[in-house]
């Protein structure tokens, strides 16, 4: 269950990981895009001003983890 701190003038809510996979998911069925996006405010903090949505040109694929 979301949880929600309006204890602030800023609303905070938190979901946890089961959310977070469904929104991912969902995301994911409207273009891989969009599931990136969600990961990127997800697991780096991003805000939604702050995430540019990604496009083949701006990814790269390693499987050592290395640009």
């Known amino acids: 269950m979301v949880r ?5 003038t800023v609303v905070k809510c938190w ?3 089961d959310e977070l996979d469904h ?5 994911g069925a409207d273009g891989w ?3 990136v996006a969600i ?5 780096c903090g991003l ?3 702050e ?9 790269r694929w390693s499987e050592d983890g290395q640009i």
């Open 4 to 8: 929600i701190d309006d204890s602030d």
């Open 15 to 17: 979901l946890s990981p």
């Open 23 to 27: 929104l991912e998911q969902n995301a």
């Open 33 to 35: 895009e969009r599931e």
């Open 39 to 43: 990961q990127l405010m997800a697991w």
């Open 47 to 49: 805000r939604v001003s």
């Open 51 to 59: 995430v540019s949505y990604p496009g083949t040109e701006e990814l």
